[in-house]
């Protein structure tokens, strides 16, 4: 099995986050787990939802929810995580499900619309136009740079 891509395809993990479907580039995506254990950090960013050990690694939890300004989810089911490594550090991003691996074609790449959530074009690298559905590209150095002041909406 090759894991080349041409130059004009890219391969993304979906996720989706609040009904809404976001890509995470491959290449960042180190693993997809599920949180077991959150331990609050005092006085933390509202979209730090905690730490965790994973397999004898401390992991940064981010609530992508929060990140996004989206509300709690209520449904009561468990949220899933997808390991992303930063800067020498890792972190789980807190996601409601883990999708597919998609290969897109660069040809349905734009940018972001003008209509996009300020909250949401902050940390989106653009969109793909896919069947009927907008899936928002997350920058994950973005994402995880991003302050408490991106937030404010």
Known sequence: MTTAMSQD?????????????????????????MPDRLTRVPLAAPELAGVLNLRGRIVTAIDMRVRLGLPARDDGRTNMAVGIEHKGESYGLLIDQVGEVLKVSEATHEANPANLDPRWARVSAGVHRLDGQLMVILDVDRVLDNGIDALAA
Do not use: A, K, M, Y
């Not at 479907?21 to 491959?26: A, D, K």
């Open 9 to 33: 395809t890219t391969e993304f993990v979906t996720v989706l986050i609040g009904g809404q479907l976001f890509g995470l580039p491959i290449e960042r995506v180190h693993d997809v787990f």
